[in-house]
């Protein structure tokens, strides 16, 4: 083509001496400029005949024969070219053919891995432009990742504990459509956290860490897991589903919130806006400040217990080391102290349990059922060290030392820091929330409302209960009972937070205990005891109920009038002598002479009896009177 293009141009001054000598009428009297292109020469002149002096005609015919001849090679050029590709098409296709063809691509043929796959694509990739067909090579170069964070969210829920679940199905029952976005900083899905310290340690399935399945105390299975997997819709598919949805975002977490811009930003630097947001991030556990003083062998060899993965790291401790010690004498050090003691005689393993009180859950029971509890703590196996204030922790010879005040001296392989919980608050200052200087968490008021589009629940609220003031609350059915509400309320139902929730604890399956108001061993307690039978106990009580999530299952039971007409200045009845057996019994809680706070010690299912007389807020002549209501005397 360059050839053609210099011989024009040696040609092109002899086209105005063609036109000159032409005296040919062309047709409809045009000019010879129809194949005239702008600036550009005529390509292929008119075929005229010439009136001119001899010679003119001549040298138009050579004009005419070069530009043929360059026409000719240009569509020569072409057709080789065109020829040549098609020939290179065909062999491709014949080599892809008879690949496929090939035994290699036959189903019993070995296959090849993913690195040989992309090394043959990036080699057949240099002899043609075609790309290959996705089936016979893996990529060479990864395709990019689309964002799994949606922009948007009607309901955003921060934290993928027990409140937000229960705000999300909270939510999609008053608002069908709804389109709910959890954002949690773990790795699973939403998961009940009580079974954790309780049945998951009794299982005899040597998979248990991995399926997360345990029996109940009354035999039947079932999942840590609130729902399976497919209850929940994707992320980024969230916007478009029909008929909304719940989503789960794992893995992140939101680190900064703009309350005046209705969103959030996530520590990966995504932002997603929210038309209401509920904040329910519960708390991180406590740990002890001799221990974080300590060295980095200390804190390797220290378990804070909260999450699923702290419960596989102990249950995997538990087999291979040959101590434990757990310091915290409230529910959770409690209720791990029994699970591990129980199975200490078939490991060959120590347990020992240390806490400040004299004895176990000693903040909460009265003096006299708190010791009785710390003997049948005993009875599992477990080395229990009462009043044990820990002055200091060294790692030495390859165990743990923990020196006490007292001057008493600890060796062990593994501590397990069970000192209580620390509500998580870290987005406050971004949001300019207010924090309870008393009871810590975010102040919320009786709505669980801390802004006008932003609601808190769980562990992390610091509420208005109507009947007993400002309180905070970290327990299972408190994040059911108040994800719940806010969820209504996020929806528009302005409701006060007046439904008192329980909790519950249980030593093994044998003894177990249901609270429900201000539970605190400081104030001045009536007990009223009987005698247990064979039904007394958690096992028995969740198979009348037919679940192991007893606050799931409260019983319908009535609560009738109560007995005995009303006085004030009623004295606590004198705590009941060491030596008794205390089987089952009721716990009245006093404060002002009014009771506050009732613990029903294995008796179940007698929940509603006991919401009713906290919700009445009377003084009573006679707590025995009163006690009759739970058939506490019942065979």
Known sequence: MFTCKAVWNKLAPLAPLARASSTLCRQGGKRAAVFRHERRPPLVQQAHMSSGPTGGGGENAIYLVLVGAACLGGGVYVYRTVSGDKARYEERVT???????????????????????????ASESTKASEPAPASTAAPVEPTPAVSEVPAHAPYLLIGGGTASFAAARSIRARDPGARVLIVTDEADLPYMRPPLSKELWFSDDPAVTETLRFKQ?????????????????????????ENGGVAVLTGKKVVHMDVRGNKVKLSDGAEISYDKCLIATGGIPRNLQVIERASEEVAKRTTLFRKIEDFKALEKVSHELKSITIIGGGFLGSELACALGRRSADLGLEVVQMFPERGNMGKVLPEYLSNWTTEKVKKEGVKVLAEAVVKNVSYKDGQLEIKLKDGRAVKTDHIVAAVGLEPSVELAKSAGLEIDSDFGGFRVNAELQARSNIWVAGDAACFYDIKLGRRRVEHHDHAVVSGRLAGENMTGARKPYWHQSMFWSDLGPDVGYEAIGIVDSSLPTVGVFAKATAKDTPRAATEQSGTGIRSESETEAVAGPIAGPIAVGTAPAPPPQQKEDYGKGV????RDKVVVGIVLWNVFNRMPIARKIIKDGEEHADLNEVAKLFNIHED
Not at 95 to 120: C, F, H, M, N, Y
Not at 587 to 590: P, V
């Open 95 to 121: 080599q892809i053919s008879s690949r496929l063809g090939s035994p290699a691509a036959q189903p019993d043929a070995p296959v090849k891995t993913q690195p040989e796959a992309a090394a043959e694509a």
């Open 217 to 241: 105390w009354n035999g039947k299975e079932r999942s840590i897991y609130f729902q399976p997997s497919s209850f929940y819709v994707s992320p980024m598919e969230l916007e478009s589903v």
């Open 587 to 590: 716990i009245f809680y006093l």
